[in-house]
């Protein structure tokens, strides 16, 4: 983390600044917090890199865009993602591969992002929550469904669900609700919320099909 | 335990693109060095910090190890081949489904999708006690913490237990032994196939692996020969819930039935041991009989014998005795009995 080196003038956050926009400004701008847990993470990571496996320069194509970032070797795509290049929509649950908050699509099928070497992505394409959108700002199907469905609780699970969601009706256009469900699987809601995000992801299949046809 | 959920302590990665590259940096680091295959087993190791090697080899660049193969007598896989290959290749799906039925059982979707033949095969135990760092006999310890009067016990083995109690959590293993799979491996000293059944091994003959790699040797493709294509086949996995979950049992079989009798079966269970079990005595004994109930009855009976249970896992023996009867008898036939 080399960016994090206290050098940047901190500026004050303007009052109406959200905290979801503060974090991305921190990560972003590589300024500093006392109370965020980032600053600490990094000062450890920092004395690893001096036992001699630092950070290596690495390319990775991150929803379209190549992204040069300095990875560690026993970094995982989830730990890039949110910390060096700011993506924080990918979310980190468990970590464990059990919960499916971190889905990402790498070259077009759903991985953990927290069980995956950012080494090992070098030469494949990254797809991440923040990609799905056109870039006239137009929603993804998928997304459209949520919003029409208001298929969330607190929807921090959301981008994994969405993301395993795309994955599978690419694949499986016109699934049925059961279909569906086992493609969803792999990605857990602590609201318990299953049924509307079923329904949500549903809906979105159907504005796929409808986008298709169009 | 608090799950940590910090970067991984510090490793040199390697990246071989060959299986010759991958050997030697295996060699050359000896005992420090990990294999990595999909990740989905060491992950957990590194990062619950039980586990803590100097370096780590990525088979993941290494072509020659993945993909499925037509052989001169059935088929191939690389062992880094994963499981959502395996679930959705044409020849597997018409030829060896049973393979593809225990594959689709496993974990999620996204860990199909990462996880390999290779690694659910080598895969290591679930013991809680293991896998949370403390020192008992399969860490290298001498106490068995699951094997006592308050231990959690319900997971282990009824069957075959040494010391260890812990059990073999692979589902496509069964299957593998099933079908009468062939296991390549690369040693220093050359090439070796083994029987699937033996590639596996009980705490009497190594108490730390369930597996018979030692540090440097690896795992390069798993053989199907054409013998059981398109047989009759059996796979039937019980867990606590539907996703994500390793086997409390599971059951493979593969039979060819003439005029209403089993001419010749395969049958094997993972869960009840530290290895698959490949059920011989069963398969003897109902040869030459109709797959119906009363022969999934008797083949049961004997399925379970010598069955040893801990505090609270006698349930695992009416569950094999019953997984062993469907398989045989057919599940419609089949009904509960305790």
């Keep these: 983390m080399s960016d994090i080196d206290g050098k940047e003038k901190i500026e004050p956050p303007p009052s109406t600044l959200s905290r979801r926009d503060l974090i991305k400004g921190v990560i972003v701008g590589g300024v500093a917090v006392s109370s965020a847990s980032y600053l600490f993470r990094a000062s450890t990571l920092v004395g690893q890199s001096a036992r001699g496996t630092g950070e290596r320069l690495l390319t990775i194509n991150v929803n379209g865009q190549l992204r040069r970032v300095d990875v560690m070797k026993q970094e995982t795509l989830a730990w890039t993602l949110r910390h060096k290049l700011g993506l924080t929509g990918t979310k980190l649950g468990c970590d464990r591969a059990e919960c499916g908050s971190c889905t990402v699509l790498i070259d077009d099928v759903p991985h953990y992002a927290c069980s995956v070497l950012t080494h090992t992505v070098r030469d494949r394409k990254v797809l991440t929550i923040e990609g799905l959108a056109s870039p006239d700002g137009t929603l993804h199907p998928v997304q459209q469904g949520v919003i029409d469905e208001q298929g969330f609780q607190c929807a921090f699970c959301m981008p994994g669900f969405i993301m395993a969601s795309v994955a599978f ?13 086992h493609g969803l699987s792999g990605n857990l809601c602590r609201c318990q919320d299953y049924d509307k995000i079923l329904t949500a992801m549903m809906r979105g299949a159907e504005n796929m099909r409808r986008a298709s046809r169009a | ?53 100097k370096v780590v080899v990525d088979l993941s660049g290494i072509t020659e190890l993945k993909g499925v193969r037509t052989a001169a007598d059935g088929i191939e896989m690389g062992a880094m081949t994963t ?99 062939k296991f390549v491996i690369r040693t220093s000293k050359g090439e070796r196939v083994v029987d699937a059944e033996d590639y596996f ?23 199907i020969p054409s013998t059981w294509a398109g047989a009759q086949f059996h796979f039937e996995k019980v867990r606590d819930r539907n996703v994500w979950d390793f086997p409390l049992l599971n059951v493979a079989s593969v039979m060819m039935v003439s005029s209403g009798r089993i001419e010749r079966i395969r049958i094997a269970v993972n869960g009840a041991a530290a290895r698959p079990l490949r059920l011989k005595v069963v398969e003897d004994a109902v040869r030459g009989k109709p797959p119906n109930a009363a022969t999934g009855e008797m083949a049961g009976k004997l399925a379970v014998q010598g069955a040893v249970p801990l505090q609270f896992n006698a ?24």
């Design chain 2, 1 to 53: 335990m608090a799950v940590i959920r910090d970067v991984m302590p510090a490793f040199e990665l390697f990246q071989p693109t060959s299986i010759a590259d991958a050997q030697k940096l295996l060699q050359q680091q000896g005992h420090d060095a990990w294999v990595l295959a999909g990740g989905m087993d060491s992950f957990d190791w590194l990062k619950d910090r039980i586990k803590k090697p």
């Design chain 2, 83 to 181: 499981l959502t290959e395996i679930i959705q290749h044409p020849i597997i799906r018409e030829k060896y489904k049973l393979l593809a039925e225990s594959a689709e059982l496993v974990a999620s979707p996204q860990i199909r999708n990462q996880g390999t033949i290779g690694g659910n095969v080598s895969q290591d135990a679930r013991c809680w006690y293991y896998r949370a760092g403390w020192p008992c006999y399969r860490a290298g310890g001498n106490i068995c913490y699951a094997d006592t009067p308050e231990g959690r016990n319900r997971e282990h083995a009824i069957l075959y237990a040494d010391r260890c109690v812990a059990v073999n959590p692979s589902d496509t293993a069964p299957a593998l032994i099933a079908l009468d799979a």
């Design chain 2, 201 to 223: 091994i009980g705490p009497d003959i190594d108490i730390t692996r369930l597996h018979i790699l030692k540090p440097g040797d690896l795992l390069t493709a798993i053989r």
């Design chain 2, 315 to 338: 349930y695992k023996i009416p569950l094999m005795r019953n997984l062993v009867k469907r398989a045989i008898g057919g599940v419609q036939e089949a009904t509960w009995t305790s």
């Design chain 1, 169 to 181: 009706l690419k694949t499986n256009p016109n699934p049925t609700r059961t279909e569906l469900a």
